[in-house]
Each structure stands twice: as C-alpha cells, then as structure tokens.
Nanobody
C-alpha cells in the first residue's frame, strides 16, 4: 500500500489543521492506521492510531483530547484533526499502515508516507 499525506502547513498557536493520508489499493480496510511525528534529532513519536473499522482509537498522552483520528474506508483515507495546536506540536507528521500490528512503537508499522510538515508559531 502507498500512503500520501497532505494538509500540513503553518498555523498560529491555538489554531487547527486537518491532515489527510490517502492510501492506494483496494484493501485499505484491512490495515491498522497510525499517525506519528518527528522533529530533527529525535525518534519518531507516536501520535494516534485507529483500528481497521475505525471503532477503536488511541492517543498519546500529550495530545490530551486536542486531536482526533478517523478514517473513511470508502475513500481509503485516514484523517488527523488537530485543534488547539501548540508550538511543541511542530514536526513532520507521518501516517503509517500495517495489516497485523498496531501500537505506539513505529517499528510495528510496515508502510509509511513521505510526511507532511506542521509548523505552529507562537
């Protein structure tokens, strides 16, 4: 599966952005999907994940209900709605997919997008 993120950009602190990740192929619904982020010199950090049917979601503690993850299996797309953005949310955001694994460790995911940059100004 190929993943393409979009929706990143520059936003002021307190603002919102919605990231999208479009997947190729006809088996999108079989994949667990996750969002990670990375800043220079740091390891890729888990942000959120959503189960195959979109029912189960999980977020890292630092998000604290500011972000929402969802998916539309009819459009082969997963979304990350980010509200109340803070400067510390600045990072390259990646979506990831895996048929059999999920979780907070980036090594569990097989497929990755190229990333989209989110910059939050103070």
């Amino acid at each position: 599966v190929q993943l393409v993120e979009s929706g990143g950009g520059l936003v002021q602190s307190g603002g919102s952005l919605r990231l999208s990740c479009a997947a190729s192929g006809r088996t999108f619904a079989l994949y667990n999907m996750g969002w990670f982020r990375q800043t220079p010199g740091k390891e890729r950090e888990f942000v959120a994940e959503v189960s195959r049917n979109g029912v189960r979601t999980y977020f890292t503690d630092s998000i604290q209900e500011r972000f929402t993850i969802s998916r539309d299996n009819t459009k082969n797309t997963v979304y990350l709605q980010m509200n109340s953005l803070k400067p510390e949310d600045t990072a390259v955001y990646y979506c990831a997919a895996d048929r059999f694994h999920s979780g907070t460790n980036f090594v569990e995911y097989t497929y990755w997008g190229q990333g989209t940059l989110v910059t939050v100004s103070s």
